[in-house]
């Protein structure tokens, strides 16, 4: 059973839509296994995109990141990381078709309405950055 991590960012809680973000994981037939509001520190980020760092749009993503608390969630099922990323959608919404997440509420590269974990070796560094062991359960 593969894990996954799940960030509701702050455009998402903002639209009052995370319950509909949940219904459609365990639509898909994923299972939440760890959950948690929490307000991202700029440090957590720095960790969390250190592969952007350099570019100039990283202060506007931190600044939107730390807007109001993410909504972090650890999700299993069978092959998670795809299953989370086809309902997902490509990172940009324009792209995203419709019937995504981020097709049908995405505004853009950055308000996408959710992060998830690209590849599995990823999801397992995620989930214990967002997560400590004994706050995810196996369902």
Request: hydrophobic fraction near 40%; charged fraction near 25%; proline fraction near 7%.
């Amino acid at each position: 059973m593969e894990k996954t991590l799940v960030l509701l960012k702050p455009d998402c809680v903002q639209s009052r839509i995370m319950g509909k973000m949940l219904m459609k994981i365990e639509d898909a037939g994923l299972t939440v296994c760890g959950c948690k509001f929490m307000r991202l520190s700029p440090e957590i980020l720095q960790e969390h995109y250190s592969h952007i760092v350099q570019f100039p749009f990283y202060p506007a993503l931190v600044a939107f990141m730390t807007e109001t608390p993410v909504l972090a969630l650890a999700v299993q099922g069978p092959n998670a990381v795809k299953a989370m990323r086809d309902i997902l959608g490509p990172t940009d919404p324009a792209q995203a078709p419709k019937g995504t997440i981020r097709g049908d509420f995405g505004a853009d590269k950055t308000r996408n309405i959710m992060h998830a974990s690209d590849s599995p070796e990823n999801a397992v560094i995620e989930i214990q950055r967002f997560f400590r062991a004994d706050e995810v359960f196996e369902r």
